[in-house]
């Protein structure tokens, strides 16, 4: 393998015009899924013991593969979360990648982390967190979960020593995101469910209620949802945290989708309460215009974060001499990228006001969209909308019917949005959180349900 030569000249600027090609493309096509035989029927064998070249691999991904994904930053993306990351943390994703970081500690990447670390201020101070408040930028919301929860566990065995047998219980509510599940399954602790009200979010009094019941019981984490997926509803966290605090329990945030809105000043209200949080998580790679994978976990203590998560080892024992604030310690993992970075440099080089004007301009045109949804006599909404979701039922149509009509418009390019289900019924559900996406895109897909 060479270093350096023209062939590897040429081939840095066909990945770099690619590259930037498709950053521009406006709209990029959506494309969909292929059938594996087909792919391989089309592409063939690609790992070889000569290799097929640069140039050859390239055209491979350009012409066979990335037409077989789905463009999530099309601005008819609604299904799950959409991303819409900017033109400028794209492009520095490829200096993060070209800069060879080792993104876990002080020592080898200050100035990676010290940028990082004001990425994560500028999301403490929205959620109103204390200055001594930090944390570190995982993978994604499911590790951020597992990592918070399993710092709350830890700070908990800490303050009962007599407590580390005892299976640990986390309470949420049907609100939580399945990865909070999936965190307590990886962590063996059993999740209690606390009641929800009838938009699906958690109450002060239900939380309340289900920790008085548990009185005695190793309660170690009350899981609040700042956003709920589904439906966009936010708990009630100041309620939520007057009883978690009353009983001493850490309050665990999840924010992963919802968070981005604490930047607009017209849905601050309903967050309310998110400072109180002991950990709280806010996923840019959602609805911060962030390239994947990029997570951010906050906690008000770090220290107890990092009794939880510090790696020791001999090799490793040099890291910890100094103090410093090593990223490695505020998770499960230890080599990691520096993932924040695309995130700040693109918050750096626009500054907080082009996020706050684009994150409102997302919540304006949600309610747009859903005067658009009520003004359509085949559709309705089945839930006032909350955030940037909006959960919709076309009159008339059984579960089929979304369902073909999703697969159809996907094929059509139209569209990709997903039929969910809410109450045990099937639904729409629009998610939306690109300032690309114009009225006439979303009217575009209302004419398509006739
Ligand atoms: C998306 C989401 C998650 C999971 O985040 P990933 O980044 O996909 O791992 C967790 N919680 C909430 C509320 C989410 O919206």
């Known amino acids: 393998m060479h270093r ?24 990029p096509p959506l494309d969909g899924p292929r059938r594996e035989p087909d792919l391989r029927a089309e592409v ?32 008819r993306f609604f299904a799950f979360v959409p991303a819409a990351p900017t ?3 794209i492009l520095f994703d490829l200096v993060v990648g070209a800069s060879s970081l080792f993104g876990g500690t002080w020592l080898e990447a200050a100035g990676a982390v010290y940028a990082e670390n004001q990425a994560l201020r500028w999301l403490a101070d929205l959620a109103g967190l204390p200055a001594d408040a930090g944390g570190v930028f995982v993978s994604g919301g499911t590790a951020a979960n597992l990592s918070g929860l399993v710092a709350a566990r830890h700070a908990w065995r800490a303050r009962h020593p007599g407590g580390a047998r005892r299976r640990a219980l986390v309470v949420a509510g049907a609100s939580a995101h399945s990865s909070v599940a999936l965190a307590a399954r990886v962590m063996d602790v059993d999740v209690v469910d606390a009641p929800c009200d009838e938009r699906g979010a958690l109450s002060g009094d239900g939380v309340d209620a289900t920790l008085a019941e548990l009185d005695g019981e190793p309660v170690v984490a009350v899981v609040a949802t700042a956003g709920a ?29 919802g968070g981005a809105a ?4 017209s849905a601050r209200p309903l967050f309310a309460g998110i400072e109180r949080a002991d950990s709280l998580v806010i996923d840019p790679h959602k609805w911060l215009f962030a390239p994947y994978d990029c997570a951010a976990l906050l906690y008000r203590d770090p220290q107890q974060a990092r009794a939880a998560h510090t790696q020791h080892a001999d090799y490793l024992d040099v890291l ?31 500054g907080t006001r082009s996020y ?4 409102e301009s997302v919540l304006a045109f949600t309610g747009d969209a859903a005067r658009l949804v009520e003004a359509a006599p085949h559709l309705e909404l089945a ?22 009509w999703s697969e159809r418009s996907l094929a059509e390019g139209l569209t990709f949005t997903v039929p969910t289900s809410w109450r045990g019924e099937t639904l729409l559900r629009f998610c939306f959180v690109n300032p690309r996406t114009t009225l006439r895109d979303f009217e575009l897909v209302v004419d398509s349900l006739r």
């Open 356 to 359: 706050r004007d684009a994150i």
């Open 87 to 89: 033109e400028s943390a």
């Open 262 to 265: 604490l930047a607009a000043p």
């Open 229 to 257: 997926t589904n439906t966009g509803v936010v708990d009630d966290l100041a309620g939520v945290a007057d009883a978690a605090e009353a009983r001493g329990v850490w309050l665990h945030v999840d924010a992963a989708y």
């Open 320 to 350: 910890q001499k100094d103090g410093d604030w090593n990223p490695s310690d505020y998770a499960y993992h230890l080599t990691r990228r520096a993932r924040g970075l695309p995130f700040w440099f693109s918050l750096a080089a626009h």
């Open 383 to 404: 839930l006032q909308p909350a955030l940037s979701v909006l959960l919709v039922r076309r009159r008339g149509w059984a579960a089929a019917a979304y369902h073909a």
């Open 4 to 27: 350096f030569d023209e062939e590897a000249d040429d081939l840095a600027r066909a990945i770099v015009d690619y590259a930037v090609a498709r950053i521009r493309m406006d709209p």
């Open 44 to 75: 063939g064998e690609t790992i070889t013991f000569d290799g097929i070249g640069g140039l050859e691999a390239l055209r491979v991904f350009t012409d066979h593969l990335a037409p077989a994904t789905i463009s999530v930053d099309h601005p």
